[in-house]
DNA sequence: TGTACATCAGTGAACGCGCGTTCACTGATGTAC
DNA sequence: TGTACATCAGTGAACGCGCGTTCACTGATGTAC
């Protein structure tokens, strides 16, 4: 993070802690009142300092939110990878995606869900999420062959016309076509079970879940 | 709305018509801003108005919000009326979801978005919500039926018990199960569509939908 | 048709709040000799 | 080990802003006789 190696200095280590202090009571506040209500001047408050003292950490409030964002991706990341390192398993990563997403459902929301408006995600966002993205096409790759590729869709034609955002990855067609259902048919019973969707209905989201999942880790 | 059948004084056919402007007025700022930035004062200013004047239409913030959202399922429920009119269609849904989705997408992202912190939906909702399901119910039982049942799954299990959601729609499990999934597996296309989560990838996303759709139109 | 009264839309001032952010300043911590 | 200086964390006051909401009031619109 800091320089490559270096030793840090007490002063360092400080500013460090109360950087990582700083954006505990962020989540904890985004956890309560959503992202679009975060404020420096009550994290201070919360912490027993002064509104103005944050600015000594963070260059302002944008600054935090991109700090939070990226950190999100960072921690889904790591999930994927401690995830995948017995093999890359669909279901594995499954299963990874949904304990992730529960442990801290507005750190979930902050990445995939309504967009804070005015507020526009950082770049170096874009590396991480297509190491997420290769994690994913791995594990798609390795699933077992379709019966006989049962024949080329209209989404794999343009799959093939667009498969910038597999970042060279060298996978089948039916790969790229299953990792992106992966991704929103997942994305689609985690949101709507997160904003309190199924509540009122009485079915529990575990099941949908785990059907859709079920359905994914298997050849068509 | 008002007295059934009574016949509107020029002053209630203003109050109406103001109520509607302000709405609209509303709508504006939340394509702009997003829910949670909604303010009456910003919409009194727009509408050449000072901001106690909107008191008289509206008992304060919350009650304007509550419209927004009783409204917007409202169209839905007649979006999806209109499209089933000519017998239930699944395809036929999908589209009309996707064109009802794009038209406003805050809109959408207000009904079935990260809900605004601190707000909690009417019980006005529930009615209209019913429709809807019912509406897609419908339509998911006229499929043609799968190739002998295809073995009854877990989840089948689960929906048997908790099909209150349902409301005594006599639909076979594998419908339930189909309507859950039209629902959750379209909302998780849209809703990473509107949120701008293909924009960077070059995918285009209505052939996705258009594929997720297709395999929920036809049988397993 | 005209007058007296009630209704109600809209205004402007005010209250209290919290926000992000800047600035000059104090006081403690670390560094150099 | 001690002194002189630089660095930097944190404070408190201040600026300007917008918010939701209340209140007393003006002026126009409708109603009753």
Redesign the pocket.
């Known amino acids: 993070m800091t320089e490559a190696g270096a030793t840090k200095?007490?002063?360092e280590r400080?500013?460090a802690q109360?950087r990582t202090e700083v954006k505990e009571h962020a989540w904890e506040q985004i956890a309560t009142a959503g992202a679009s209500a975060?404020?420096?001047?009550?994290i201070?408050?919360r912490m027993?300092?002064?509104?103005?003292?944050?600015?000594?950490?963070f260059a302002?409030?944008?600054e935090l939110i991109t700090e939070l964002v990226t950190d999100a991706y960072r921690s889904l990341a790591g999930t994927f990878r401690a995830a995948s390192g017995a093999g890359a398993d669909v279901a594995a990563l499954g299963h990874a995606l949904r304990g992730w997403a529960l442990e801290d459902p507005q750190r979930y929301l902050l990445i995939y869900g309504t967009p804070v408006p005015g507020y526009h995600a950082p770049d170096d966002v874009t590396a991480i999420s297509s190491e997420i993205m290769a994690t994913l096409l791995d594990a798609c790759a390795a699933l077992p062959r379709d019966s006989e590729d049962s024949a080329a869709t209209p989404l794999d034609a343009h799959l093939e016309d667009h498969r910038d955002w597999a970042d060279g990855h060298p996978a089948r067609p039916a790969a790229l076509r299953r990792a992106l259902a992966f991704w929103t048919r997942l994305h689609g019973v985690l949101s709507l079970e997160l904003s309190g969707h199924f509540t009122g209905m009485g079915i529990d989201p575990a099941q949908l879940f785990a059907a859709e999942l079920d359905a994914l880790s298997r050849p068509d």
């Open positions: 200095t007490p002063r400080y500013r109360v975060l404020s420096l001047n009550a201070a408050k027993g300092m002064s509104g103005p003292a944050l600015y000594r950490y302002g409030r944008d």
